[in-house]
């Protein structure tokens, strides 16, 4: 019996990372993507250049813009992060049947009948993280455990 191998796959900074790819102008800039009514909304995600700021998700948007005033402020597009979700999605499907996707950014994926087709873990990993990247402009974490826990863990 082969043991099973689970990957745990998180999108970074997901709703940053799509809205800066739709828009290239926003590449390298400190950008929060946000909901709620003006200045009393709150941030739900940041890009990785907003982050050194202090800014982090949860965090009101007020505080944010006081962290980083050349901060720029996109609201959320549900729709628009779903959509590329989906195509995401649809990549892991390319490498494995168990595919159980548990948020618009986060999926876990059984690749232990995998391995015979693309060789190691590594390779599997490698090339989902490059066809991510290569189709969406999104860059993606994976962690590797024999059940969901521990790839989540690592």
Not at 5 to 33: C, R, T, W, Y
Not at 85 to 101: G, N, Q
């Amino acid at each position: 019996m082969s043991k099973q191998i689970i990957l745990h796959i998180d999108m970074n900074a997901f709703f940053a990372s799509v809205e800066q790819q739709a828009n290239p102008s926003l590449k390298n800039k400190p950008v929060i993507v946000g909901t709620g009514i003006g200045l009393r909304g709150v941030v739900s995600t940041s890009s990785y250049e907003a982050r050194p700021y202090g800014i982090k998700s949860g965090m009101p948007l007020r505080e944010a813009i006081r962290l980083c005033p050349q901060v720029i402020l996109i609201p959320v597009d549900p729709s628009k992060y779903e959509s590329v979700s989906r195509k995401i999605m649809d990549i892991f499907f390319k490498y494995t049947p168990l595919v159980e996707i548990f948020s618009v950014d986060e999926a876990y994926l059984d690749i232990s009948g995998s391995l015979r087709l693309y060789g190691s873990v590594e390779d599997i990993v490698l090339e989902i993280k490059n066809d991510i990247e290569k189709e969406y402009g999104v860059t993606c974490s994976v962690g590797m455990g024999p059940n969901k826990l521990l790839a989540k863990l690592a």
